[in-house]
């Protein structure tokens, strides 16, 4: 876990002297732009870091990325990890302080996961899935498994906050949850701007109109030197070349491997990205499994390995929103050539032989955050049995000799504090932990 900044304002001892406090709102400002809050609708790397604080999931992880009771109060395999019962916690309420019920619970897994068999069971829940699912206890953590009820117009969760106004793509407004199962929030309200880049959220800072901002990667050193607090989470985004198909022969094969071997990822993250994160010849970061530098192609190096010219150029393209993209798809362009490889880049196009991609790793739990990039790089989901390391190693594996993935490097979740946000948590894997935040100062 990583907090930058020259004073480090929320870990020091103005935090220690303060008193928490009842009151005022928090002003955040997010790049996504949701345009329905349903969990259901939600894909598997989506929701973060609103969601939980409306709907909120039978498990969770906790700050240190452990898998956690939440709504359910425990829960027990079926023999072979295809049937699980979970029981609920008792005492808690949805927003309009309906209880939470077994019934509601199974028809919002339902509707996220219409594969799966959900019921109710007395006070448990009981999840039947089409084959063994040793993940889903972690699965129930995403976003998109939080639980959801409908009323009429209204759509209500059991979390700290609940929705007081929403203009899709443009603003969400909530309220604290009064009676909150546990405890009231600090503050009475969260503002959320939605859809702004991150170059809009830093002016937005400057001029004092928000509290917490997202930083991109390359600006958190200057941030950080300005006299902002920043706080990390451990790498949690992949940024990866995926090919949009296979290998049609020996040759473009390896053609693949020698683009792989001549990148020079190391400039990536200390030039293009300002030092933050790491470089990756690995799908998941190494907090995550322990052996990603098994990945490394020693003796695989640019001067090592030459490709003979293509007949045609290989195209690259990348999404323009984000600037930094394109300068790392002109780097990877220009390492291409210095092995003989000839590579174009262009913004968003539709018929590119690859694409640059920056994919949330979705989990702290490895063998899902796999699951995440395989499907957003359009690549075979992998499947597991259990939750070895041989096994998660062993599906890396296949994917990276698939030649449809080059990972380029594991990036940090950043963002940027303002005067009078107090208690915040730094958190192993970027989530907003906002109901322990109380404000001070000018702000309360």
Same mark, same amino acid.
């Given at each position: 876990m990583l907090v930058i900044s020259s004073i480090v304002a929320l870990a020091g001892g103005t935090e220690a002297a303060a008193r928490p406090h009842y009151g005022g709102t928090v002003r955040i400002v997010l790049r996504e732009a949701p345009l329905s809050l349903d969990p259901a609708q939600l894909n598997v790397a989506q929701g973060k870091p609103i969601s939980p604080l409306i709907f909120e999931g039978l498990t969770r992880f906790d700050a240190h990325g452990r898998l956690q009771p939440h709504l359910a109060a425990r829960w027990e395999p079926g023999v072979g990890n295809?049937?699980?019962?979970?029981?609920?916690?008792?005492?808690?309420n949805f927003h309009d302080g309906a209880p939470l019920t077994a019934d509601a619970v199974a028809a919002s897994l339902r509707a996220a996961n219409p594969a799966w068999t959900v019921s109710a069971n007395g006070d448990s829940v009981v999840i039947e899935t089409t084959a063994p699912d040793p993940q889903l206890p972690a699965e129930l953590a995403l976003p998109r498994n939080g639980i959801a009820r409908h009323a009429g117009s209204r759509l209500l969760g059991t979390g700290p906050f609940q929705?007081?106004?929403?203009?899709?793509?443009?603003?969400?407004?909530?309220?604290?949850?009064?009676?909150?199962?546990g405890g009231r929030p600090f503050v009475d309200s969260v503002v959320a701007s939605l859809g702004q880049n991150w170059r809009q959220q830093l002016i937005t800072l400057e001029l004092?109109?928000?509290?917490?901002?997202?930083?991109?990667?390359?600006?958190?050193?200057?941030a950080g030197l300005s006299g902002r607090t920043i706080v990390e989470s451990a790498p949690n985004e992949l940024i990866v070349l995926a090919f949009t198909s296979g290998a049609e022969s020996a040759e473009e094969a390896r053609l693949r491997q020698a683009l792989s071997a001549g990148i020079d990822r190391a400039s990536i993250v200390?030039?293009?990205? @300002?030092? $933050? +994160?790491?470089? #990756?010849?690995?799908?998941?970061?190494?907090?995550?499994?322990?052996y990603a530098m098994l990945f490394a192609q020693t003796g695989q190096r640019s001067g090592d390995v030459t490709a003979t010219a293509m007949a045609g150029a290989m195209t690259l393209s990348?999404?323009?929103?984000?600037?930094?993209?394109?300068?790392?798809?002109?780097?990877?362009?220009?390492?291409?050539r210095d092995v003989g490889i000839r590579l174009q880049t262009a913004a968003s196009t539709a018929n590119a032989d690859a694409r640059l991609l920056r994919i949330p790793l979705a989990s702290p739990?490895?063998?899902?955050?796999?699951?995440?990039?395989?499907?957003?790089?359009?690549?075979?989901?992998? @499947?597991? $049995? +259990?939750?070895? #390391?041989e096994e998660l190693y062993a599906r890396e594996k296949e994917l990276l000799q698939s030649g449809r993935i080059i990972p380029l490097a594991h990036v940090p979740q950043a963002s940027?504090?303002?005067?009078?946000?107090?208690?915040?948590?730094?958190?192993?894997?970027?989530?907003?932990r906002l109901a322990d935040v109380w404000l001070s100062g000018s702000r309360l």
């Open positions: 295809q049937r699980w019962q979970f029981w609920l916690r008792p005492g808690v929705i007081s106004q929403f203009q899709p793509g443009r603003t969400l407004v909530l309220a604290a949850n009064e009676d909150y199962w004092g109109k928000a509290d917490v901002v997202e930083v991109a990667p390359e600006q958190v050193r200057r200390n030039v293009l990205l @300002q030092g $933050q +994160g790491e470089a #990756a010849e690995a799908i998941l970061p190494n907090w995550m499994t322990g990348y999404d323009a929103s984000d600037p930094a993209n394109q300068l790392i798809a002109e780097r990877v362009a220009l390492n291409a739990q490895p063998q899902l955050a796999l699951q995440a990039v395989a499907t957003a790089a359009g690549l075979a989901v992998p @499947q597991f $049995q +259990g939750t070895s #390391a940027a504090i303002g005067p009078g946000v107090q208690g915040w948590r730094t958190d192993l894997f970027g989530d907003y």
